[in-house]
């Protein structure tokens, strides 16, 4: 009978139908949660989201566990991609530490270059 169904709707009640299911799965995903609770808004540059650009607005766990899903979202924020990217890499610095620490060496080189120039300034 579904098959039936589905063969006397036309196609673009086909998509219609299509959309629905896919927003309503959407929806009990985390990101529709946040997406339904908050602001469309950047928790960070305050940057405000649209339908246009939803897609780029993502959603940032505060305690980097991507399974602790509370369903009050204390444990979300909205935040655009750069964000979201840059939160991530302060994260990543902190819990291995940064590159940039472990190659500066200021003891610098033994060889100084101009080490005889005031004296053949002098002379």
Same mark, same amino acid.
């Given at each position: 009978?579904?098959?039936?169904?589905?063969?006397?709707?036309?196609?673009?009640?086909?998509?219609?139908?299509?959309?629905?299911?896919?927003?309503?799965?959407?929806?009990?995903?985390?990101?529709?949660?946040?997406?339904?609770?908050?602001?469309?808004?950047?928790?960070?540059?305050?940057?405000?989201? #649209? *339908?246009?650009? +939803?897609?780029? @607005?993502?959603? %940032?766990?505060?305690? !980097?566990?991507?399974?602790?899903?509370?369903?009050? /979202? #204390? *444990?979300?924020? +909205?935040?655009? @991609?750069?964000? %979201?990217?840059?939160? !991530?890499?302060?994260?990543?610095?902190?819990?291995? /530490? #940064?590159?940039?620490?472990?190659?500066?060496?200021?003891?610098?080189?033994?060889?100084?270059?101009?080490?005889?120039?005031?004296?053949?300034?002098?002379?």
């Amino acid at each position: 009978m579904a098959s039936n169904n589905q063969q006397n709707m036309s196609a673009s009640e086909r998509l219609v139908a299509e959309a629905r299911k896919h927003q309503t799965d959407r929806e009990k995903t985390y990101r529709g949660q946040a997406l339904k609770m908050y602001p469309w808004v950047c928790g960070r540059c305050s940057r405000e989201f #649209s *339908n246009a650009n +939803l897609q780029e @607005l993502t959603v %940032h766990h505060k305690n !980097h566990n991507h399974d602790d899903n509370p369903a009050d /979202g #204390s *444990n979300w924020e +909205l935040l655009c @991609l750069y964000c %979201h990217d840059n939160e !991530h890499s302060k994260y990543e610095e902190m819990r291995f /530490g #940064s590159g940039k620490e472990e190659t500066k060496d200021h003891s610098g080189g033994s060889h100084n270059p101009f080490a005889g120039l005031g004296d053949l300034l002098k002379k």
